[in-house]
């Protein structure tokens, strides 16, 4: 009987090994769970179409959206590690570098063409009739690039406004409320002015290729997450593509998110120039060196007016290394 006995639990614990041995096989095959990229994005409205890619379902656990309601604090969440990638503007990724020099652009968003305005007060006539009164704007480098090219237009410095910093959430508000004359804005705050009767005095038309757009992240992304980057960019050209084969349903989901009517959002779009995968990879590859040129440009704007101490080495800045092999995509 001791015998059986004992030959029962021998095999009890032969198959319990084995099945302990499977189970540690089973779960070394399991990839784990993919940590998503977290990509902070402010309200800006060229930004809409990763959104409409995370609706569309293209980032799965790829990457994770993170929406802020200002530049700034996009910017504080970058420099402090919150995030791993962040959209923003040419010359603020200048400034970034100088404290960062591994910052990389991994892909080209858009160009503003007339998003950004100065607008003035009804009863302003003129950019000269700001001279001694109150700007609002938002105190990051794209807003007094603007406004500084702006008072340049007509021989005017910063030091002939009186500056008031506003958040792009406080700027509708305080616009409307009489406590400014002037104002740098954007899209979507730019429509909604417009429409109430602001008059505009200057936008990015009047300076092309200054106002761009993109994403930016460290270089050492580019070996640790090489395939989530390629989501990312996938996504943004997929929604492209939706957004050509389903104009009307892509309106209604963009357009509700960002608060404005249909046509409210149609007409903003109309000044916004959204960059494509063939125009990403000549211009990150810098076979068309028009990016390049614009933050050399850009870098002597930033030093002569003391938004930066110097120049950063800007060698490894432009990389195509996200987009250079992506094959254009359509949306199902």
């Not at 002939?160 to 009489?178: G, M, R």
């Not at 040129?293 to 704007?301: D, I, R, V």
Request: glycine share 6%.
């Amino acid at each position: 009987m001791s015998k059986r006995i004992s030959a029962t639990i021998r095999r009890f614990l032969g198959l319990a090994l084995t099945a302990w041995l499977l189970a540690v096989g089973f779960a070394a095959c399991t990839p784990k769970p993919v940590t998503p990229l977290r990509f902070g994005n402010d309200l800006w409205l060229g930004t809409e179409p990763f959104y409409l890619a995370r609706d569309l379902g293209y980032y799965g656990s790829a990457v994770q959206l993170v929406e802020y309601s200002e530049g700034q604090e996009v910017y504080r969440a970058f420099q402090n590690g919150s995030i791993d990638l962040a959209s923003t503007t040419l010359d603020t990724a200048i400034t970034l570098l100088q404290s960062n020099p591994d910052l990389q652009v991994l892909l080209l968003i858009d160009q503003s063409a007339g998003a950004d305005a100065m607008l003035a007060q009804p009863n302003v006539p003129s950019i000269q009739a700001l001279k001694g009164r109150k700007v609002g704007v938002e105190p990051l480098t794209y807003g007094l690039l603007l406004l500084t090219r702006a008072l340049e237009s007509v021989g005017l410095t910063r030091q002939d406004v009186k500056i008031v910093n506003l958040s792009l959430t406080k700027q509708e508000a305080a616009f409307q409320k009489k406590e400014i004359d002037g104002l740098v804005t954007f899209e979507p705050v730019r429509s909604k002015l417009l429409s109430d009767g602001a008059k505009r005095l200057f936008d990015s038309r009047q300076i092309p290729g200054e106002i761009v757009d993109l994403v930016i992240g460290d270089a050492k992304l580019l070996a640790t997450h090489q395939q989530q980057l390629e989501v990312m960019a996938t996504g943004w050209f997929r929604a492209l593509d939706y957004m050509q084969q389903h104009p009307q349903e892509s309106v209604t989901r963009m357009a509700k998110r960002q608060d404005l009517s249909e046509q409210q959002f149609i007409q903003a779009m109309e000044v916004i120039h959204l960059y494509s995968l063939p125009e990403n990879q000549q211009l990150l590859s810098q076979a068309d060196p028009t990016v390049k040129n614009g933050a050399q440009k850009l870098s002597q704007f930033l030093l002569q007016n003391d938004l930066i101490k110097q120049v950063p080495d800007q060698t490894n800045l432009l990389t195509d290394q996200v987009v250079r092999d992506l094959s254009p995509v359509s949306a199902p």
